[in-house]
């Protein structure tokens, strides 16, 4: 008993300084990067500059349908500013078990999805992205993915501003205001 509370013990604190290790080294979202969907480098420094909702998705979902609604907020804010940032994983339910082409085919075919999508990354515990281990960091575990479609905030500096669950929809006023007040100035 004495043992096994040891070894919990020092797991814990090297998750912990871990994710401070994480968090640490990286100041902002602009310091990750992902693989788009192609194959070819998604350097979110590449967004610098734009205010950025990165989504974990899945195709097979009951949150699914939340795509017509990203769809939809990309289009309306894209050119003032917005990028919405799908990043396929199949952590949850195993509910996006289609590799890239799969995944590309069935999003843009079925909600006609033109906004960046990355390749099929993990979102939770120890093999978790980077950006993911870091966003934790940032706003603790209270603000990690519980399930698909939980969204993050990025401002155009790189900032990680806030953080909406599966169960808040694109269309929400909440999340509409969050994302219009970090919108860029013009």
Known sequence: MGL???????????????????????????????????????????????AVLVVNTASFCGFTSQYAGLQDLWQRYRDRGLVVLGVPSNDFGAQEPGDEAEIREFCEVTFGIDFPLTTKVSVKGTQAHPFYQWAAAELGVVAQPRWNFHKYLIAPDGRLVDWFSSMTPPSSTRLRSAVESHLPRS
Not at 10 to 17: C, D, G
């Open 4 to 50: 096994a509370r040891t070894v919990l013990g020092m797991a814990a604190m090297l998750v912990a300084a871990q994710a401070g290790q994480v968090g640490a080294t990286a100041g902002s979202a602009h310091d990750f990067a992902f693989t788009a969907i192609d194959g070819s480098p998604l350097p979110l420094s590449r967004f610098q500059g734009r």
